[in-house]
Every structure is written in structure tokens, then in C-alpha cells.
Nanobody, 121 residues
Framework: QVQLVESGGGLVQAGGSLRLACTVSGSIFSINAMGWYRQAPGKQRELVAS???????NYADAVKGRFTISRDNAKNTVDLQMNSLKPEDTAVYYC???????????????WGQGTQVTVSS
């Protein structure tokens, strides 16, 4: 069984910072991309940032220059440092990992339970 456990959400004032952390555990052969998505009330889930196993990073335009994604392949963790937060960043943030559980298995998407980030104005 694979688990993605997130931590670090909370309430912060506009202009503040938060750091989200996600740890992947369980029976895993390989992890390809890891990333963070978010979903605000009434909106679709959207990509915030992702990082491949080789370290290539991708950011949504709305967070470029403010958020930084980092990954530790040895620990199977992915973090998201969020600076200069804005009220429009308020959402539930979900950790995502593309995982193959066995060498013969194709990769699948796995998700964390979500962590709430609220930015007050």
C-alpha cells in the first residue's frame, strides 16, 4: 500500500509564508514526477508545481517567483515553499506522485489527503 502524507498547511496573512511537506511511504519500485496541486472552492483542481525524478521543475504562472518546489529522492519527499502568499492562493493543497509499485507495473497517480491553506487579506 502506498501513502502520501502531507503537513504544513494553515492560516497566514497576505504576504506571509508557509511550507508544505509530503512524504511517500509504502511498497514502491520507482517514483517519477512529484508535485503539488490545489483546489479552491467551486474550482477545478490545478497544478501548482511539479518536479521530475531528474529534477526538472515546472510552475503554474500564478506562483512563479513566489513558490519553490524541492524533492529528496532518498527520502521520497517533496516540499513546497510558499512565499508572498496572496488571498487567491487559498485552497486545499494536494500532494501528487506518479508511482510504479513493482518493476513490471505501469505508473499510476497517487494523492495525499489534502491540506488547507488559507491566506487572509
Amino acid at each position: 500500500q502506498v501513502q502520501l502524507v502531507e503537513s504544513g498547511g494553515g492560516l497566514v496573512q497576505a504576504g506571509g509564508s508557509l511550507r508544505l511537506a509530503c512524504t511517500v511511504s509504502g511498497s514502491i519500485f520507482s517514483i517519477n514526477a512529484m508535485g503539488w496541486y490545489r483546489q479552491a472552492p467551486g474550482k477545478q483542481r490545478e497544478l501548482v508545481a511539479s518536479v521530475t525524478s531528474s529534477g526538472r521543475k515546472n510552475y503554474a504562472d500564478a506562483v512563479k517567483g513566489r513558490f519553490t518546489i524541492s524533492r529528496d529522492n532518498a527520502k521520497n519527499t517533496v516540499d513546497l515553499q510558499m512565499n508572498s502568499l496572496k488571498p487567491e492562493d487559498t485552497a486545499v493543497y494536494y500532494c501528487n506522485a506518479v508511482i510504479a509499485r513493482y518493476y513490471y507495473q505501469t505508473e499510476s497517480d497517487y494523492w495525499g489527503q489534502g491540506t488547507q491553506v488559507t491566506v487572509s487579506s
